[in-house]
């Protein structure tokens, strides 16, 4: 039975979503570090999410037949990418002296993987704990992406940590990295067009 056109396919959505995902700032993740609960599951989690750049779901699966005591080997869920991702030295730390309770980097108390959706709670009642409930597991990836960028990553290397499919995503992952430094030099150099022309007004006066 056909029951034709949606009558609403043209009325605009009443509520737009203005709100995403935002970085952590660097106090956050230092008193996360400090004193986010369960330890040290907390820890260990954040520092996979801060130097992997990986989604939530994809820390949470992570194995340890998939760690070679140099990198971490990633299907991601959402695009089903393969990725081999290099360790920073401080997650290497971390997980060679992480306790192997499963099959899983990451094990509940019940000796299980998390879910993506108990992942998730887990770094929400952490960050609750510490008075940055506003700071999400999501963010994290954010400030991986902008961490590379700031040191002077192409976008293509950036993708190949991230997993990012297209240019667009990964720039808009990475469009916070260096504005500092980038307003800092557009100052400077504004100001030196106008010292120039300051000094040239006197001359010629």
């Known amino acids: 039975m ?11 959505r009443l509520h737009k979503r203005s709100w ?14 400090a004193e986010a609960r369960p330890k040290p599951n907390a820890q260990v989690a954040l520092l ?4 992997t750049g990986q989604r ?3 820390v949470a699966a992570m194995r340890w037949d998939r760690y070679d ?4 080997e990633v299907q991601q869920q959402k695009t089903d990418e393969l990725l081999w991702i290099p360790c920073h030295s401080r997650l290497k730390e971390a997980l060679d002296r992480h306790k192997r309770k ?7 108390q019940l000796g299980s993987c998390y879910s993506d959706g108990a992942f998730c709670n887990m770094i929400a009642e952490a960050t609750a704990q510490i008075g940055a409930k506003e700071y999400t597991a999501h963010g994290l990836r954010k400030n991986a992406a902008k961490a590379l960028a700031d040191a002077g990553c192409t976008v293509h290397q950036i993708m190949a940590i991230t997993g990012h499919k297209t240019l667009r995503q990964a720039m808009h992952y990475t469009k916070q ?3 500092r430094d980038l307003a800092q030099e557009a100052m400077k150099a504004r100001t030196k067009v106008a010292n120039r022309r300051t ?5 010629s006066g």
Request: overall charge negative; hydrophobic content about 40%; charged content about 20%.
């Open 2 to 12: 056909r029951l034709g056109p949606n009558p609403t396919a043209d009325i605009p």
């Open 20 to 33: 995403e995902h935002q970085a952590w700032p660097a106090v956050v993740i230092e008193k996360f570090e």
């Open 48 to 51: 996979l999410l801060l130097y």
């Open 56 to 58: 939530a779901g994809d």
């Open 69 to 72: 005591g140099e990198g971490i």
């Open 102 to 108: 499963s099959e899983f980097i990451l094990t509940t």
């Open 177 to 179: 990295a260096n504005q």
């Open 199 to 203: 000094s040239k007004a006197q001359k």
